[in-house]
Each structure stands twice: as structure tokens, then as C-alpha cells.
T-cell receptor, first 112, second 110 residues
Framework: EADIYQTPRYLVIGTGKKITLECSQT?????MYWYQQDPGMELHLIHY???????EKGDLSSESTVSRIRTEHFPLTLESARPSHTSQYLC???????????FGPGTRLTVT | GENVEQHPSTLSVQEGDSAVIKCTYS??????FPWYKQELGKRPQLIID?????GEKKDQRIAVTLNKTAKHFSLHITETQPEDSAVYFC?????????FGKGTKLSVIP
């Protein structure tokens, strides 16, 4: 089934650890995004990509990095997790020629 | 860049009543306005959208209206049901980049 997949769905990790949040989509979309959202609150764009080897920073300053080596895959990495990174991270995607944007189920990250 | 203001931040209605959520945007070049519904613990879901060449769009109990001159658009939900309880986000897009409002928490009281 065409969808956006995120793993893990929940992660509890200690301060200072390096983590990678995975996002894959089977929808054939070109553009992909990462948002940070505290539950039910405002969506903050932290990274986006137009396609392979294209990555841009979003509106919210973030200590994370992203890569886009394959069209369907857009992982987000935190080199050294801190309690301030505790939040939900949502991946999204859409076709370059379309406005309609779809979200993945999210990863709920807790840094202790 | 684009700035989207959304009101109210919380809204409580009795089941069966109507609910209206309003958004304003700043960039006159924006031409796509979607609405997302996010239930507790779930991903935002696109529920309806409107392009700038259309003034109103309806899908069963939900409708969206757009006033380009005033740069505002609204979501209307009629005959509200408990399952309409969620956080609703408006957004505006000019260059294929969405800018979201801060959300409205809608509670439908049975």
C-alpha cells in the first residue's frame, strides 16, 4: 500500500546519544519534509528536500541533519540528543507538481 | 515569507451545532489553502483544500471559503459530531511550501 512509513514510532534515549529517525515513502513523491510538533501544537518545519542530493533547512533552527540519497528515503539524525529534543517528529511528502502534502505517523522521541 | 494566523485556538460546540475556524494569510502570491485534521495521537490528515481560483468548496458536512481580496479563508463544519473533535490546522502555500496556522482544538460536546 502506498504510504509514508516512520520508524521507530516511539523512542526513549539518554542524553548524548546519536539517533537516526527513519522515513520512507512508497508514494512516488519527490519532495519530503521533517516537522517537529509537540502533541496537538504548532507544526515547525525543520528540513526539506526537493529530490536526491537536495536538502534545505526549514524555519525552525534545529541541531539535526538530514540526507537524501534515495528518492524514497529521508532520514533525520541527531548527533547528540538532549532533553530539549523531546518532541514528536513528523515526516511528510508530496509530488513536485502537486500541492497535496501527506504525513507519516510520526516518531515520539523522549530524551532523558 | 508567508504568515498564517488562525482563530480561535480552542472551540467548544454542542453536538449538532456548526463550527467555524478562520485563518488569515499575508502573502498575496499564496494560491493553495488546505485544512488538516489531527486526532489525538494520530498524524495530520488532509480533509479539504481550495485553490485561489475558487471561492468555495464543499464536501458533505465540511466546506471551505476563500476571500482573496481580504486574504482570509475559513473552515465550516455543519451538524458536528463527537468524532469531529480534533485539532484543525489551516495552511497556505505559494511556492509549493506550506505555512501552517497554530491550530484550533475543537471539542464537540455530546
Amino acid at each position: 500500500e502506498a504510504d509514508i512509513y516512520q520508524t521507530p514510532r516511539y523512542l526513549v534515549i539518554g542524553t548524548g546519544k546519536k539517533i537516526t529517525l527513519e522515513c520512507s515513502q512508497t508514494m512516488g513523491h519527490d519532495k519530503m519534509y521533517w516537522y517537529q510538533q509537540d502533541p496537538g501544537m504548532e507544526l515547525h518545519l525543520i528540513h526539506y528536500s526537493y529530490g536526491v542530493n537536495s536538502t534545505e533547512k526549514g524555519d525552525l533552527s534545529s541541531e539535526s541533519t538530514v540526507s537524501r540519497i534515495r528518492t524514497e528515503h529521508f532520514p533525520l539524525t541527531l548527533e547528540s540528543a538532549r532533553p530539549s529534543h523531546t518532541s514528536q517528529y513528523l515526516c511528510a511528502s508530496r509530488r513536485l507538481s502537486s500541492y497535496e502534502q501527506y504525513f507519516g505517523p510520526g516518531t515520539r522521541l523522549t530524551v532523558t | 515569507g508567508e504568515n498564517v494566523e488562525q482563530h480561535p485556538s480552542t472551540l467548544s460546540v454542542q453536538e449538532g451545532d456548526s463550527a467555524v475556524i478562520k485563518c488569515t494569510y499575508s502573502d498575496s502570491a499564496s494560491n493553495y489553502f488546505p485544512w488538516y485534521k489531527q486526532e489525538l495521537g494520530k498524524r495530520p490528515q488532509l480533509i479539504i483544500d481550495i485553490r485561489s481560483n475558487v471561492g468555495e468548496k464543499k464536501d458533505q458536512r465540511i466546506a471551505v471559503t476563500l476571500n482573496k481580496t481580504a486574504k482570509h479563508f475559513s473552515l465550516h463544519i455543519t451538524e458536528t459530531q463527537p468524532e469531529d473533535s480534533a485539532v484543525y490546522f489551516c495552511a497556505a502555500s505559494g511556492s509549493y511550501q506550506l505555512t501552517f496556522g497554530k491550530g484550533t482544538k475543537l471539542s464537540v460536546i455530546p
